[in-house]
Nanobody, 120 residues
Framework: QVQLVESGGGFVQPGGSLRLSCAAS????????MDWYRQAPGLQRELVAD???????AYADSVKGRFTISRDNAKNTVYLQMNSLRPDDTAVYYC??????????????WGQGTQVTVSS
């Protein structure tokens, strides 16, 4: 069984910063893509940032230049540094990982989500 646990969400004023973390645990052979998604009330879940096992990254246009995704493969952890936060960044943020476990997969796993609220 593989679990993803996010942390680092909270309340911040516009222009502020937060750093999200997502740690994968369990019997893990390899993790391919590790992504951050978000879902605001009444809207569909959207991809925010993606990183592959070789370190390539991609971002939604709405966060380019403000958010940075990174990963520590030794710790099976992905991070999302969020700067210059805006009220429209308010959402529940989820991490997703494509994981090979016990030689099977990759299978997709999701974290439980962490709330980010940007407001004055």
């Amino acid at each position: 069984q593989v679990q993803l646990v996010e942390s680092g969400g909270g309340f911040v004023q516009p222009g502020g910063s937060l750093r999200l973390s997502c740690a994968a645990s369990g019997i893990i052979s390899k993790i391919y893509a590790m992504d951050w998604y978000r879902q605001a009330p009444g809207l569909q879940r959207e991809l925010v940032a993606d990183t592959t096992s070789d370190g390539s990254t991609a971002y939604a246009d709405s966060v380019k230049g403000r958010f940075t995704i990174s990963r520590d493969n030794a710790k099976n952890t992905v991070y999302l540094q969020m700067n210059s936060l805006r009220p429209d960044d308010t959402a529940v943020y989820y991490c997703k990982a494509d994981v090979v476990s016990l030689g099977l997969g990759p299978y997709t796993y999701w974290g439980q989500g962490t709330q980010v609220t940007v407001s004055s």
